[in-house]
């Protein structure tokens, strides 16, 4: 049931930065807050779902060591006893091999490359780690900038394999700035002797979402789930913001914020926003995902984390998340993430979920001739349409902004971050951010 009252903030959209934003408003400036969400559940990609008693992500997650801002998130639930911190095995396979690239040392084994290539490809992570001033890069492509950096040899092996594997021929306009923070991000998270240190949360990431959907509770807000909202418009007469549902709810307040992806802003907001507004939140260009899962009765490699260096293949990683945590190693299965990035015209985002299952078994037997279908025990398959804004060559000039109607109607989603795009430490920083701006001056 919804209450009668008036509300001083909706928030549309359950994920981490509507979770946050509610959260924060709810307990640091006593608003009574409504969070709607579309689906069941709330968390957003970092949702779960429950498979032989245990919870797991949907989208494979983690966090890295330099993600502070949910860091101090979790810290501030009481619940930094609950992270899961480990180096992380990673590795790529790249002609019909796979190869080790944890550390430095395993960079300079590298054989695809040659000597200098690999001492290239070590030295180019250290330019990028550092490299703070990203003005001058800002109008190149990520293929302009790896091939400076990096060389063409370390460009055509490393880099444009998983660029066309993740965005086809997109990736010839995709910013080398994203690309920059990528590799920033991921440097950020090794420990002094090279390696990459990751963090998972003990129980899923639901256990986390539960504690703030709680907290959200506690403060006196509300939460409603299963709503999908048709349209948000302006009533002069009362000065309010009047939200209907699908369902038939009509709930007032004083301010929306979005924290959808903006053509959905926009599908909803039409008789409240102007043109060059709505023009704006339709120019954001998305990838999908299509993620498929298997439990397998024993391990596909010792490798968290495997590149695939070969577009001929339907999936640009392997995620072996037991690898990394064991839960489900003690009930006998082996839990392997296939992601695929792509258009959602793509044909293995529109394949029924059977042929796709056939296409990834075809693949890993192709990668590793000791692999049999016969151990795949269970699977689940996860399509998401708005998994990631692609960042082409021009998108910072591109971003929404944040104030949408006159301190009315907000945004503030992965198309607002930049040069980042997606992530649960990000939806947290940049919707401090926005808190920061639009309230704690209030």
Same mark, same amino acid.
């Given at each position: 049931?919804?209450?009668?009252?008036?509300?001083?903030?909706?928030?549309?959209?359950?994920?981490?930065?509507?979770?946050?934003?509610?959260?924060?408003?709810? +307990?640091?400036?006593?608003?009574?807050?409504?969070?709607?969400?579309?689906?069941?559940?709330?968390?957003?990609?970092?949702?779960?779902?429950?498979?032989?008693?245990?919870?797991?992500?949907?989208?494979?997650?983690? &966090?890295?060591?330099?993600?502070?801002?949910?860091?101090?998130?979790?810290?501030?639930?009481?619940?930094?006893?609950?992270?899961?911190?480990?180096?992380?095995?990673?590795?790529?396979?790249?002609?019909?091999?796979?190869?080790?690239?944890?550390?430095?040392?395993?960079?300079?084994?590298?054989?695809?490359?040659?000597?200098?290539?690999?001492?290239?490809?070590?030295?180019?992570?250290?330019?990028?780690?550092?490299?703070?001033?990203?003005?001058?890069?800002?109008?190149?492509?990520?293929?302009?900038?790896?091939?400076?950096?990096?060389?063409?040899?370390?460009?055509?092996?490393? &880099?444009?394999?998983?660029?066309?594997?993740?965005?086809?021929?997109?990736?010839?306009?995709?910013?080398?700035? &994203?690309?920059?923070? +990528?590799?920033?991000?991921?440097?950020?998270?090794?420990?002094?002797?090279?390696?990459?240190?990751?963090?998972?949360?003990?129980?899923?990431?639901?256990?986390?979402?539960?504690?703030?959907?709680?907290?959200?509770?506690?403060?006196?807000?509300?939460?409603?789930?299963?709503?999908?909202?048709?349209?948000?418009?302006?009533?002069?007469?009362?000065?309010?913001?009047?939200?209907?549902?699908?369902?038939?709810?009509?709930?007032?307040?004083?301010?929306?914020?979005?924290?959808?992806?903006?053509?959905?802003?926009?599908?909803?907001?039409?008789?409240?926003?102007?043109?060059?507004?709505?023009?704006?939140?339709?120019?954001?260009?998305?990838?999908?995902?299509?993620?498929?899962?298997?439990?397998?009765?024993?391990?596909?490699?010792?490798?968290? &984390?495997?590149?695939?260096?070969?577009?001929?293949?339907?999936?640009?990683?392997?995620?072996?998340?037991?690898?990394?945590?064991?839960?489900?190693?003690?009930?006998?299965?082996?839990?392997?993430?296939?992601?695929?990035?792509?258009?959602?015209?793509?044909?293995?985002?529109?394949?029924?979920?059977?042929?796709?299952?056939?296409?990834?078994?075809?693949?890993?037997?192709?990668?590793?001739?000791?692999?049999?279908?016969?151990?795949?025990?269970?699977?689940?398959?996860?399509?998401?349409?708005?998994?990631?804004?692609?960042?082409?060559?021009?998108?910072?000039?591109?971003?929404?902004?944040?104030?949408?109607?006159?301190?009315?109607?907000?945004?503030?989603?992965?198309?607002?971050?930049?040069?980042?795009?997606?992530?649960?430490?990000?939806?947290?920083?940049?919707?401090?951010?926005?808190?920061?701006?639009?309230?704690?001056?209030?």
């Amino acid at each position: 049931m919804i209450p009668e009252e008036i509300y001083d903030v909706i928030v549309i959209g359950g994920g981490y930065s509507g979770l946050n934003l509610t959260y924060k408003l709810s +307990k640091n400036h006593n608003l009574r807050v409504l969070l709607v969400e579309e689906s069941d559940q709330l968390g957003g990609l970092a949702s779960t779902f429950y498979s032989k008693g245990i919870k797991l992500e949907k989208f494979y997650h983690h &966090w890295f060591i330099g993600d502070k801002e949910i860091m101090a998130l979790i810290d501030e639930l009481g619940l930094s006893e609950r992270l899961i911190v480990k180096p992380s095995r990673t590795g790529v396979y790249y002609a019909n091999s796979t190869f080790r690239l944890s550390t430095p040392i395993d960079v300079l084994k590298f054989k695809p490359l040659t000597l200098i290539s690999r001492i290239r490809l070590g030295l180019g992570f250290i330019y990028a780690k550092f490299l703070k001033d990203t003005s001058n890069i800002e109008g190149m492509t990520s293929e302009e900038w790896l091939t400076k950096v990096f060389g063409n040899e370390v460009y055509e092996k490393v &880099w444009k394999p998983l660029l066309v594997g993740k965005f086809g021929e997109d990736h010839k306009s995709l910013s080398a700035v &994203w690309m920059w923070k +990528k590799l920033g991000l991921r440097g950020s998270s090794r420990s002094k002797d090279g390696r990459e240190n990751l963090i998972y949360f003990d129980g899923s990431f639901d256990e986390l979402t539960n504690k703030i959907e709680e907290e959200i509770i506690k403060s006196g807000s509300d939460i409603l789930k299963e709503c999908k909202i048709n349209e948000v418009i302006e009533n002069n007469d009362t000065n309010l913001l009047e939200v209907k549902s699908e369902q038939n709810h009509l709930i007032q307040a004083k301010k929306v914020i979005f924290t959808t992806a903006p053509e959905i802003t926009e599908s909803i907001c039409k008789k409240s926003l102007d043109k060059e507004t709505r023009n704006q939140l339709t120019r954001i260009d998305y990838l999908g995902n299509v993620c498929m899962i298997l439990f397998l009765d024993k391990s596909l490699s010792d490798f968290y &984390w495997l590149n695939v260096n070969d577009p001929n293949f339907p999936f640009v990683g392997i995620i072996e998340h037991t690898n990394f945590d064991n839960t489900f190693v003690d009930n006998g299965y082996h839990v392997i993430y296939l992601s695929r990035y792509c258009r959602v015209e793509d044909k293995y985002f529109i394949m029924s979920d059977k042929e796709f299952l056939n296409v990834c078994k075809d693949s890993l037997k192709e990668m590793f001739p000791d692999f049999s279908e016969d151990s795949i025990k269970d699977f689940a398959i996860w399509r998401s349409k708005y998994s990631q804004p692609f960042m082409e060559i021009g998108y910072k000039s591109m971003i929404p902004k944040n104030e949408l109607l006159k301190d009315k109607i907000f945004q503030i989603s992965m198309a607002n971050i930049y040069p980042e795009d997606r992530g649960t430490n990000c939806a947290v920083k940049y919707t401090d951010d926005f808190l920061n701006e639009y309230y704690d001056d209030k």
